[in-house]
């Protein structure tokens, strides 16, 4: 099979030729928007990032991304050098540069910025973080469900790489990703150390079984918004869901099987490892809650996140 689809596919839009980026504090071009061969992003993956998407002016769930974003910088002691608000402003300030009001995706970068020389102490980073925002009309394309391939590399172990940092060292995730592709699939299927089903190289992963829904324990994936906001609408909906260990029989014994991110929300699977996943299609329970989560990013909840709000973004 060479049909590779990706979880991130988007459509085709040409402004994206012409986007501004935000870039240190400058919005400018795209072909403007250089970071130094030495800068330690670049050099060793030193950084963390978020992704936001925009729904109708609302960029959703901000404040938790923002959360995640400064928690994962000062676990690897990096001072992004500006305030939430700031942050925040500057999301405001390159949407309304870039005249988005909604189908727009946000990746907000921070490394370690730039070194005086080539090596890895982080201490050579003395100029101050480097922090970019990248933001683009997109609208996600994602022709038919996702086909998986189990792959041998793990999302692992806090002491190596903790996997809840949303860290610019993804190329355990990138490895995983090949091994897929040349497997014939889309996405990668890691497991944990334990053997258990744990995630998928870009995005949370859960399985629908006689009524419920499972997920990994969360011990070893990415702590992601949007497969929180799946937990909570089930509970929320009288939707039984489990965060427990389990296995490749369990899933694929599955009666359905879908991804959740920022970008695609949730995504149905319909084949792993060769194995077709319930109908092939999106099941009913993923179809229900794709419902839910487009109510819930519908409602009154995010009206102090629309763009031009002057209110602060922690503790609304």
Not at 62 to 76: P, V
Not at 173 to 201: P, Q, R, S, W, Y
Not at 224 to 237: E, M, Y
């Amino acid at each position: 099979m060479t049909d590779h689809i990706t979880t991130h596919q988007a459509e085709e839009d040409a402004r994206n030729d012409q986007i501004l980026i935000w870039l240190n504090g400058q919005i400018v071009p795209k072909a403007q928007a250089l970071v130094s061969v030495y800068d330690s992003g670049f050099m060793l993956g030193d950084g963390v990032w978020e992704g936001l998407r925009l729904y109708d002016n609302t960029w959703a769930f901000a404040d938790e991304h923002l959360d995640r974003l400064f928690e994962a910088a000062k676990a690897i002691d990096l001072d992004i050098g500006l305030t939430r608000d700031q942050v925040f402003q500057a999301i405001l300030d390159t949407q309304q540069a870039n005249g988005m009001t909604g189908d727009a995706h946000a990746r907000l970068m921070v490394t370690r910025g730039v070194k005086t020389r080539p090596f890895q102490h982080p201490g050579l980073s003395r100029q101050g973080p480097t922090v970019a925002i990248i933001m683009e009309h997109s609208r996600p394309s994602i022709p038919r469900p996702i086909r998986l391939a189990t792959v041998p590399h793990l999302r692992g172990l806090p002491m190596t790489q903790d996997p809840k940092l949303n860290s610019h060292s993804k190329l355990n995730c990138i490895l995983a990703c090949i091994a897929a592709e040349k497997a014939g699939a889309d996405e990668a299927l890691m497991l944990d150390v334990h053997g258990f089903v744990n995630t998928t190289n870009a995005c949370n992963f859960f399985i629908v079984r006689r009524g419920q829904v499972w997920t990994s324990t969360g011990d070893y994936c990415m702590n992601g918004i949007t497969r929180q906001k799946v937990i909570d609408l089930c509970r929320a909906n009288d939707i039984p869901v489990f965060e427990r260990n389990f296995s490749l029989v369990d899933t694929y014994g599955a009666d359905e099987a879908f991804l959740t991110g920022t970008f695609g929300a949730q995504t149905p699977v319909g084949e792993i490892d060769g194995r077709q996943i319930g109908t092939g299609q999106m099941g009913p329970m993923t179809e229900r809650i794709r419902g839910l989560y487009k109510d819930l990013i519908a409602g009154p909840g995010h009206d102090s996140l629309r763009m031009g709000c002057a209110c602060t973004v922690h503790g609304m």
